[in-house]
């Protein structure tokens, strides 16, 4: 359960690549999706050919997708255009979601590998989509892109104070 304090999740996993997508569900998609990543695309710059390891970080504003090493901000993703998430049943240590781009009519399908946390991690997704509409019917919706800034921006000031302590630490 998600609170004030405390809302947001973050996990360390393997960042398989986004595709486009035709249709926003269906673990149909997810497959096809997983097929198209595994045929490299020279053309492509969002096929990954290595998987490289990623913080997911999930809160009731959506997912975010940031570099390990860098926190560098790869991906974000509102809650409210998330469309569909599953693990695939013939590789239960793949897991995707369907979410649509808020700019254009498309469809993207970010696929992730986590061999302890798959199941889990779609089950936390679920909840915090069945959260963020009950709050979003509630509150009458509140501007998501301004909800993800300030999301990111607590991210960011936590990470702040926890390199300054770092630093003190050091120099005593």
Do not use: W
């Not at 809650?79 to 649509?100: Q, Y």
């Amino acid at each position: 359960m998600f609170s004030d304090e405390d809302s947001e999740i973050s996990f360390t996993v393997k960042f398989l690549g986004r595709v486009e997508v035709v249709c926003p569900d269906g673990l149909q998609m997810l497959e096809e999706a997983l097929e198209s990543l595994k045929t490299p695309d020279t053309y492509s710059t969002e096929k990954k050919g290595k998987k490289s390891k990623v913080y997911l970080f999930l809160s009731l504003s959506g997912l975010d997708i940031l570099e390990y090493k860098t926190k560098f901000l790869l991906y974000s993703c509102p809650l409210s255009t998330v469309s569909f998430c599953a693990v695939l049943p013939t590789f239960p240590e793949v897991f995707g979601f369907v979410a649509r781009h808020p700019a254009a009519n498309t469809y993207h399908c970010y696929m992730f590998q986590s061999k302890k946390f798959s199941h889990v991690l779609v089950s936390v997704i679920g909840d915090a989509f069945q959260i963020s509409k009950r709050e979003e019917s509630v509150r009458g919706g509140r501007d998501l892109i301004v909800e993800s800034l300030r999301h990111k921006n607590k991210v960011l000031q936590k990470e702040n104070a926890e390199l300054k302590k770092k630093l003190t630490g050091q120099t005593n």
